[in-house]
């Protein structure tokens, strides 16, 4: 009973030595929020849809990388890491993920559109349509 008693004391200890556990911290805004932050702030407005969907309608200025590409996280990996990055996708998830490997890159200030473009559109918000590849340099 002593070297269970031992043992999990040993363990608990061990475990708390390893030091504090960065967490991933998503910066999750609204619509509004977004908006405000697009348009008051230097920083680039990410699309990760694929073409098709970007082809229906966009936040104006977005820069496209296909969050399907198998070239993905390179390109992302080129992104300016100085400026603020706002993320959209069709409902969140791709922006969400992209998010987190944008932080696991080293770019601090990235920002995640809750409900994506489709709660873009559902506040009248201003839509762009482009037919064609809108990835800009940066």
């Known amino acids: 009973m002593k070297k269970i008693i031992y043992s999990l004391v040993s363990f608990v200890l061990v475990s708390c030595s390893l030091g504090p556990i960065e967490a991933q911290v998503i910066n999750n805004v609204s619509v509004v929020e977004f908006n405000k932050l697009i348009n008051s702030d230097e920083g680039i407005v ?5 073409i098709g969907e970007v082809n229906e309608g966009h936040i104006e200025d977005a820069t496209n990388i296909d969050f399907y590409a198998s070239d993905f996280t390179e390109k992302l990996a080129l992104i300016r890491k100085d400026v ?8 969140g998830g791709r922006s969400s993920k992209t998010v987190t490997k944008m932080k696991d890159l080293g770019i ?19 839509v762009a349509v482009t037919k064609g590849e809108i990835l800009k340099k940066q």
């Open 84 to 91: 603020p990055i706002y993320v959209y996708c069709a409902s």
């Open 46 to 50: 990410l699309d990760v849809r694929t």
């Open 108 to 126: 601090k200030k990235v920002y995640n559109l809750l409900g994506g473009f489709g709660a873009w559109k559902s506040e009248g918000l201003k």
